[in-house]
């Protein structure tokens, strides 16, 4: 399967007022190879296993694929990763026909905000909502796997 998305920075607190749901996200990483990345993810009680494929030139697709596991496997499976584990709230938050989802860091990397919006195809027309900031698609610092790398409390 194939991902599309765009990520932008938030610049204000308004996404919460109008959010439907509110997720608490433990995440590691097994591998942060540029061709490949293999994520553990606990969110809530829900474990998941995540290999994604390398981004295209634009940094706006890749390959994706997904797996449930329990939650004792992923909680196994998140003491094997690389350190940093990251931890964040996730908000969903519907605009415009299309679904938000922000990402408000924890931990080493508190203080960054990303919302990503998932799309049909590349070039994909979409509201923006006025808490959204600055475009960083393809900017590989905020990819998850770095941020487990060099988290931004670092920059």
């Known amino acids: 399967m194939i991902e599309i998305e ?44 995540t290999v994604k494929g390398k981004s295209n030139a634009t940094g706006t697709s890749r390959f994706e694929w997904e797996k449930e596991i329990s939650f004792s496997e992923a909680t196994d499976l998140i003491d094997l990763c690389k350190p940093v584990i990251l931890e964040k709230i996730r908000y969903e938050v519907p605009f415009a026909n299309h679904l938000f989802e922000v990402d408000r860091f924890l931990g080493e990397n508190k203080g960054l905000v990303i919302a990503e919006v998932e799309l049909a195809h ?26 487990s790398k060099k988290p931004f409390a670092e920059w």
């Open 122 to 147: 590349e070039d994909e027309h979409f509201e923006k909502p006025q808490w959204l900031g600055k475009e960083v698609t393809g900017d590989v610092r905020y990819y998850n796997s770095q941020l």
């Open 6 to 49: 765009r990520k932008f920075l938030v610049k204000s607190e308004a996404y919460q007022a109008v959010a439907t749901s509110k997720t608490r996200i433990a995440q590691g990483f097994l591998n942060t190879e540029a061709e490949r990345t293999v994520r553990v993810r606990i969110k809530d009680n829900q474990g998941f296993i």
